[in-house]
């Protein structure tokens, strides 16, 4: 799936993929967006826990395109085999270097700075491409559950 990252950076699904969302959001539309992930994932056999992580993960990164990348960005969601995937494309200055291949646990007491690391500890894989003049693309891979379980 590193080829939904290059490439048209808000290109489609990759072949064989079934799209869920495909949204434009800005810090208005974030409620209507969490409501329609949540439908989402919850259509695919997401509850309970699995349901809310799943939805906080995508919430955390979208925040941070409204917050730090312009205020809006795009989000595709797709489902392939047995995962959700979420790419979040903004135009915004990038994202830091030391942020982009780890991001160090929270401080206690300090708001903010949670959203990669709480998506990295939610999700399967967490991939990033970023830079000044392109803006950022994040790929969230969630895992759905089995269901031979």
């Known amino acids: 799936m590193v080829e939904a990252l290059r490439g048209d950076r808000r290109g489609p699904a990759p072949d064989g993929a079934v799209t869920l969302l495909d949204r434009t959001f800005d810090r208005f539309s974030l409620?209507?967006?969490r409501r329609d992930l949540s439908?989402?994932?919850?259509a695919n056999g997401l509850v309970d826990l699995a349901l809310a992580n799943f939805v906080l993960a995508v919430n955390e990164i979208v925040t941070n395109a409204v917050r730090f990348a312009g205020g809006h960005g795009d989000l595709l969601?797709?489902?392939d085999q047995d995962s959700l995937w979420c790419r979040v494309v903004d135009d915004g200055p990038g994202v830091p270097e030391r942020y982009l291949h780890r991001s160090p646990p929270p401080k206690p007491g300090h708001i903010g700075s949670?959203?990669?690391w709480l998506a990295r500890h939610i999700c399967e894989s967490v991939q990033i491409e970023s830079d000044r003049t392109s803006?950022?693309?994040?790929l969230l891979r969630y895992p759905?559950?089995?269901a031979g379980r």
């Open 31 to 33: 409620a209507a967006l």
């Open 39 to 42: 439908e989402c994932g919850a």
């Open 77 to 79: 969601l797709w489902r």
């Open 114 to 116: 949670h959203g990669l």
């Open 135 to 138: 803006g950022t693309r994040v």
């Open 144 to 146: 759905l559950p089995d």
